[in-house]
């Protein structure tokens, strides 16, 4: 015998709201993430600290805007070109280290998804845990020491080739080597002397420490504290 019909239809589930699209159209974004990350890399090899600057806080309130309408900007959006430039945005997106941490919660979890690098997300991996204060993971933030670069601040350094190694990342010793081959021997920094105004060369120690140095023309210390940025 036939079923009873139902006393009343069943409930149809609403249809899903369609998909609002993005605020910046998709090659709109792809071109503006490109125009922004040329004139980044234009300021910095240059070396002028004041393009650097301006470029930057030029660059973080769009990100920012960016990852609030859309999320992170992955290569189904803007491509690998895309989204390698939009991780490079906020690789120097310092001053806001907040905002550096919120992307790398997203940049993880868009690798997890084949969105983006897992290379990336080391290289922001460290960036992030030197502003906090913490050590770096996997050596891709380096300093200059002795006429060589060596990995700043780093957890465990015996097991660093094989977090490395995790994220797609080659050996740690020729990585710096390369740095070296790229950027020539690092230099020195140097502080004048508040007395005679000689350059007092000194290489920088680690985070936080404080030197004690002694003028070679008149002998006068100078004491320097060494703050970090990424």
């Known amino acids: 015998m036939d079923a009873e019909p139902p006393a009343e239809p069943p409930a149809i589930p609403p249809a899903e709201p369609p998909a609002e699209p993005p605020a910046i159209p998709r090659a709109e974004l792809r ?32 990100l920012k805007q960016v ?8 290569t189904s959006l803007v491509g690998a070109a895309g ?10 997106a310092d001053g806001d280290p907040a905002f550096q941490r919120q992307c790398l919660e997203l940049l993880t979890a868009a690798a997890g998804h084949g969105e983006a690098s897992w290379r990336e997300v080391a290289y922001l991996t460290d960036r992030v845990l030197l502003a906090e204060g913490k050590p770096q993971e996997f050596g891709t ?4 020491r002795d006429g060589k ?5 780093l957890r465990d350094p015996a097991g660093v080739n094989d977090r490395r190694t995790l994220m797609g990342l080659g050996p740690l010793a020729p990585y710096l080597d390369q740095l070296n081959k790229l950027h020539g021997p690092p230099e020195p920094a140097t502080v004048a002397c508040h007395a ?7 290489w920088l120690p680690d985070d936080g420490n404080t030197l004690t140095l002694t003028c070679p023309s008149c002998g006068e210390q100078v004491t320097v504290t060494v703050t970090f940025r990424p």
Request: aromatic content about 8%; charged content about 25%.
């Open 31 to 62: 071109a503006e993430l490109a125009r922004r990350v040329a004139k980044d890399q234009a300021a910095r090899r240059s070396l002028d600290g004041a393009a650097m600057k301006a470029a930057d806080e030029e660059n973080l309130p769009w």
């Open 67 to 74: 990852v609030a309408d859309v999320g992170w900007p992955g």
């Open 83 to 92: 989204a390698h430039d939009a991780w490079l945005l906020v690789q120097h």
């Open 141 to 144: 933030q380096a300093t200059a």
């Open 149 to 153: 670069y060596v990995a700043r601040k």
């Open 196 to 202: 005679c105004g000689t350059a007092i060369e000194f």
